[in-house]
């Protein structure tokens, strides 16, 4: 089974308390903490939860946070927006159902798949990504740049408007020439930067429509 919750820090401390439950009742259990926290969205994060701990555990208590449940046989209901285990993975679904005789990774349109936001996790199809995750795909990583389904025709290779190359360095700000400005929508603000005259300039104040050479001291030469 796997919890689901809806703040991170509750994920964290969960994951913590299932540790300390399994180094006081397993006499096998010998790692240093419990399966790590999968991030599925900006605001959802899952903690596998052991067969034995409900069981074993009085105090086993989610509140209301929703917990994944086996994916019911052929011709079950399915219902949307809730968690399934299926063949070792977590997914969403899309929308209510009786289940088909199809795999879920081969319904997008009722199944997402719902894994953690890690750059060292390879592009899969029919799952659910955000802005600024990060897989990988024919050895190089790209970044999510709109949020999405993947799907099979939409690769990051070749879906130039959903993902782009990763880079770990940050990227730089193009700065452009400095343009006269027409009024207070276009002035340049406190820290805006301009080429003027083959040199960069950042500008010392809000609403500034004067070039450096006009009013030197609302520039700064860099």
């Not at 913590?16 to 399966?35: C, D, G, I, M, P």
């Not at 019911?72 to 219902?79: Q, T």
């Amino acid at each position: 089974m796997i919890a689901i919750f809806n703040i991170e820090q509750d994920s964290v401390n969960f994951s913590q308390n299932v540790h300390n439950f399994l180094t006081e009742n397993r006499s096998n259990y010998n790692a240093v903490k419990w399966s790590s926290i999968n991030q599925g969205s900006e605001s959802e994060w899952a903690v596998k939860v052991p067969s034995d701990y409900n069981s074993l555990n009085e105090s086993f208590d989610l509140g209301d946070s929703p917990k994944t449940k086996e994916l019911p046989e052929i011709g079950g209901g399915v219902l949307i927006d809730e968690y399934y285990l299926y063949k070792g993975n977590i997914i969403k679904c899309r929308q209510t159902h009786n289940r088909t005789i199809y795999e879920p990774k081969d319904t997008p349109a009722l199944f997402s798949f719902f894994r953690d936001n890690s750059d060292q996790l390879q592009w899969i199809e029919n799952e659910q990504v955000e802005m600024g995750w990060v897989r990988i795909y024919n050895d190089i990583k790209y970044e999510v740049i709109q949020a999405h389904q993947t799907q099979s025709d939409w690769t990051p290779d070749i879906a130039v408007t959903l993902w782009k190359v990763y880079s770990e360095e940050p990227e730089t700000p193009e700065i452009l020439e400095w343009i006269q400005p027409t009024g207070a929508h276009d002035a340049y603000n406190i820290g805006d930067q301009v080429l003027f005259e083959g040199s960069t300039y950042e500008s010392l104040i809000n609403a500034n429509v004067w070039s450096p050479s006009i009013y030197p001291a609302g520039w700064e030469l860099i």
